[in-house]
């Protein structure tokens, strides 16, 4: 059994008031809804560019520290060795999680991937980059730099992109909710929701 096109029509207009994004653009059918991708390019494009440059990051780190490593102190030989063995472990998992994350659209990934950019890269990095007592040589500087820019970038185009794809799970959820109400006849429930719109 359908739903009579008043109904309908005014099902979609309160999920199209109620779940629709303020920044989007686009048509405003609940068939475009479904279907509508929700990665991001830019943070695809970024975590492309990362996986390139990671390995010329780390060759450089090792490099450096061989030369500067007589010159450190014992206690940041070894705070310096750490970090840069949990930056490369880290970075595996996160680049993993952001690339199967933003492509195939599935939020705990993304999320994971998020959290580990947010919450370990970017201290690591940042410390290594602003720690006086590291004595950091110019070509170290500048691939820390580097590094910080993509993941300040993908932290922010990560965030955006899970918003959006929570955002679209949620209205997707809800029209599911609709479509199980209207298969299961339970028109009287329907009727009093109808009449609270």
């Known amino acids: 059994m359908e739903l009579p096109d008043p109904v309908r029509q005014r099902l979609g207009n309160f999920s199209r008031t109620v779940f629709r994004d303020s920044t989007r653009t686009g048509p405003e ?17 970024s975590l492309y560019f990362n996986t390139y440059f990671f390995p010329l990051w780390w ?67 940042l410390f290594l980059l602003l720690n006086e007592g590291l004595t950091n040589l110019p ?6 730099i580097i590094f910080t820019v993509f993941l300040t970038f993908q932290v922010i185009s990560a965030f955006l992109t899970l918003k959006k794809m ?19 006849g339970d028109v009287r429930r329907m009727r009093s929701c109808i009449e609270e719109l």
């Open 29 to 45: 059918s609940s068939e475009a809804a479904d279907n509508e991708m929700v990665s991001s390019l830019p943070l695809q494009m």
């Open 59 to 125: 060759v450089s780190c090792i490099m450096m520290l061989h030369m500067k490593y007589s010159v450190l102190p014992d206690y940041y030989k070894f705070i310096v060795i750490t970090v840069i063995i949990l930056i490369t472990l880290i970075e595996a998992i996160r680049l993993y999680l952001g690339y199967l994350g933003n492509l195939q659209e599935k939020v705990p990934e993304l999320a994971g991937f998020w959290l580990l950019s947010l919450l370990l890269q970017l201290p690591l990095i």
């Open 139 to 144: 070509l170290e500087k500048a691939v820390h």
């Open 166 to 184: 929570v955002n679209q799970l949620a209205a997707h959820f809800h029209l599911q909710d609709f479509d199980h109400l209207s298969a299961k």
